[in-house]
């Protein structure tokens, strides 16, 4: 009886502990939205950001971050990353919407705590551009430290990746196929992966109107079996409904006009364009259309396809009224996405506010999750960076990183851990380094390459 008492009141001091408000104060708040509060306060309820301005009341018990003129701005949010998958690409078919990134999370991917160590919070986890339609996407928060289905973000509407131009047509695998007899993969050109997209979507079409026959002989009362399960398919409905956001990979302007149509044309949406280095060529259709643009900041003449990018894209697309996004494709330009957002500034004469909006509610705002995260306004979630200067600065650095109004990134604790890390780690060497050669033999895996 005692025991059970002591961990009734264990478990009554945890959950007051956690529900325990948070202070951020003293600190230049960029809201994004709502301008700049200096000498600002933040207070945290329940994950949530409750208040936000020059004076908040400090409740009674609430944990206090004295952030001492730093700056804190939203999260930061990329809408295009392939970290934490063990694998992005079902590159054996054309069109593999029956797979996705959500079975394949790696919550023990040190990238995950790079990118919070960087600012970054939320992350679209997409499928690789192999195949003309890919994968299914899944949003996650870098919750580091939990499981794989705890990383996924709540409520987040799925995607799907689709891709133009070289990586789909696969010029650089037919072309090593050529004399071998294998037979290559179709498609191989770029007009064939317009064909592949549109031949989807007229199977989907076909699918979508046998199980509305379905259910509506079954509302009838009539004897009928169900068609047959497509996963293939099943996405690409979700996608005519609406339920499915399209990401699409892009480079080309006569690409990105082709996908536009084929989108009007079967009643469906572009969410974005990823990448869309042309995109400011046609940037008034891309606005026409709704779609967003997500794009690299200053990436040019890397490939043919990105032959003519500028690093005037996204102000130019920003613009001409395209919801713009910079992106990072890459576990490690990740953790720096806001000195990428500062090249806007130089490369366009972006305000300092629309720089930071391409990182953070822009990105939100094309991935629909933007009544939760993006900007800091009461009711979202208290997903935060505090900066020891301003994020826009090449010289700033990441102090802090709050999700859900909890720290995952601390600067001073992950320092203070270096030595204990280091030590750990040596010891497990000599541990190993302390083994018979045999079992040393033994325990290095098939086809390893073992110290000479």
Same mark, same amino acid.
């Given at each position: 009886?005692?025991? &059970?008492?002591?961990?009734?009141?264990?478990?009554?001091?945890?959950?007051?502990?956690?529900?325990?408000?948070?202070?951020?104060?003293?600190? %230049?708040?960029?809201?994004? %939205?709502?301008?700049?509060?200096?000498?600002?306060?933040?207070?945290?309820?329940?994950?949530?950001?409750?208040?936000?301005?020059?004076?908040?009341?400090?409740?009674?018990?609430?944990?206090?971050?004295?952030?001492?003129?730093?700056?804190?701005?939203?999260?930061?949010?990329?809408?295009?990353?392939?970290?934490?998958?063990?694998?992005?690409?079902?590159?054996?078919?054309?069109?593999?919407?029956?797979?996705?990134?959500?079975?394949?999370? /790696?919550?023990?991917?040190?990238?995950?705590?790079?990118?919070?160590?960087?600012?970054?919070?939320?992350?679209?986890?997409?499928?690789?551009?192999?195949?003309?339609?890919?994968?299914?996407?899944?949003?996650?928060?870098?919750?580091?430290?939990?499981?794989?289905?705890?990383?996924?973000?709540?409520?987040?509407?799925?995607?799907?990746?689709?891709?133009?131009?070289?990586?789909? &047509?696969?010029?650089?695998?037919?072309? /090593?196929?050529?004399?071998?007899?294998?037979?290559?993969?179709?498609?191989?050109?770029?007009?064939?992966?317009?064909?592949?997209?549109?031949?989807?979507?007229?199977?989907?079409?076909?699918?979508?109107?046998?199980?509305?026959?379905?259910?509506?002989?079954?509302?009838?009362?009539?004897?009928?079996?169900?068609?047959?399960?497509?996963?293939?398919?099943?996405?690409?409905?979700?996608?005519?409904?609406?339920?499915?956001?399209?990401?699409?990979?892009?480079?080309?302007?006569?690409?990105?006009?082709?996908?536009?149509?084929?989108?009007?044309?079967?009643?469906?949406?572009?969410?974005?364009?990823?990448?869309?280095?042309?995109?400011?060529?046609?940037?008034?259709?891309?606005?026409?259309?709704?779609?967003?643009?997500?794009?690299?900041?200053?990436?040019?003449?890397?490939?043919?396809?990105?032959?003519?990018?500028?690093?005037?894209?996204?102000?130019?697309?920003?613009?001409?009224?395209?919801?713009?996004?910079?992106?990072?494709?890459?576990?490690?330009?990740?953790?720096?996405?806001?000195?990428?957002?500062?090249?806007?500034?130089?490369?366009?004469?972006? %305000?300092?506010?629309?720089?930071?909006?391409?990182? %953070?509610?822009?990105?939100?705002?094309?991935?629909?999750?933007? =009544?939760?995260?993006? =900007?800091?306004?009461?009711?979202?979630?208290?997903?935060?960076?505090?900066?020891?200067?301003?994020?826009?600065?090449?010289?700033?650095?990441?102090?802090?990183?709050?999700?859900?109004?909890?720290?995952?990134?601390?600067?001073?604790?992950?320092?203070?851990?270096?030595?204990?890390?280091?030590?750990?780690?040596?010891?497990?060497?000599?541990?190993?380094?302390?083994?018979?050669?045999?079992?040393?033999?033994?325990?290095?895996?098939?086809?390893?390459?073992?110290? =000479?």
């Amino acid at each position: 009886m005692i025991l &059970k008492m002591l961990f009734s009141n264990a478990v009554a001091l945890a959950c007051a502990l956690a529900a325990a408000p948070t202070v951020i104060q003293n600190a %230049t708040v960029l809201t994004v %939205t709502k301008g700049t509060v200096k000498n600002g306060s933040i207070l945290i309820r329940d994950g949530k950001i409750a208040e936000v301005g020059e004076k908040v009341v400090i409740p009674a018990g609430a944990k206090v971050i004295e952030a001492g003129g730093q700056f804190v701005m939203p999260g930061i949010i990329d809408c295009h990353s392939h970290i934490a998958a063990e694998s992005i690409n079902e590159g054996s078919v054309s069109v593999s919407s029956m797979v996705g990134i959500e079975d394949v999370l /790696n919550s023990e991917d040190i990238s995950i705590y790079r990118a919070l160590a960087g600012g970054v919070t939320t992350a679209n986890i997409l499928h690789g551009s192999a195949n003309a339609i890919g994968g299914k996407c899944t949003v996650i928060k870098m919750r580091w430290g939990k499981n794989a289905q705890e990383l996924i973000f709540e409520g987040s509407t799925p995607g799907i990746k689709f891709a133009l131009g070289e990586n789909p &047509k696969r010029s650089g695998a037919v072309a /090593n196929m050529l004399g071998t007899g294998r037979t290559a993969r179709y498609p191989a050109t770029r007009m064939g992966v317009e064909d592949v997209i549109r031949e989807a979507f007229l199977e989907a079409k076909q699918y979508q109107a046998s199980w509305r026959e379905y259910r509506e002989k079954m509302a009838r009362g009539e004897d009928a079996l169900p068609p047959r399960r497509d996963l293939k398919l099943d996405p690409l409905v979700e996608v005519l409904v609406g339920k499915r956001f399209v990401h699409a990979h892009c480079y080309r302007a006569d690409e990105i006009l082709m996908l536009l149509r084929v989108a009007d044309e079967f009643g469906f949406k572009i969410r974005t364009l990823q990448h869309v280095l042309e995109g400011y060529k046609v940037a008034k259709e891309i606005a026409a259309h709704g779609a967003g643009a997500s794009t690299f900041s200053d990436w040019w003449a890397y490939k043919m396809e990105a032959y003519d990018a500028i690093p005037f894209n996204a102000a130019i697309m920003v613009r001409k009224g395209v919801v713009v996004s910079l992106n990072s494709d890459d576990a490690e330009l990740m953790r720096r996405l806001n000195t990428e957002a500062a090249k806007t500034m130089k490369y366009g004469g972006l %305000t300092e506010d629309e720089a930071l909006a391409l990182i %953070t509610i822009n990105p939100a705002k094309q991935l629909a999750i933007d =009544s939760r995260v993006g =900007s800091i306004e009461p009711g979202k979630d208290a997903d935060l960076v505090v900066f020891d200067k301003h994020p826009l600065s090449n010289y700033a650095k990441v102090q802090k990183v709050l999700i859900d109004g909890d720290t995952y990134f601390d600067r001073d604790t992950d320092a203070g851990e270096h030595a204990q890390k280091d030590a750990r780690k040596k010891a497990l060497l000599d541990k190993e380094k302390a083994k018979p050669k045999e079992d040393q033999k033994k325990a290095a895996p098939s086809g390893a390459r073992r110290p =000479s």
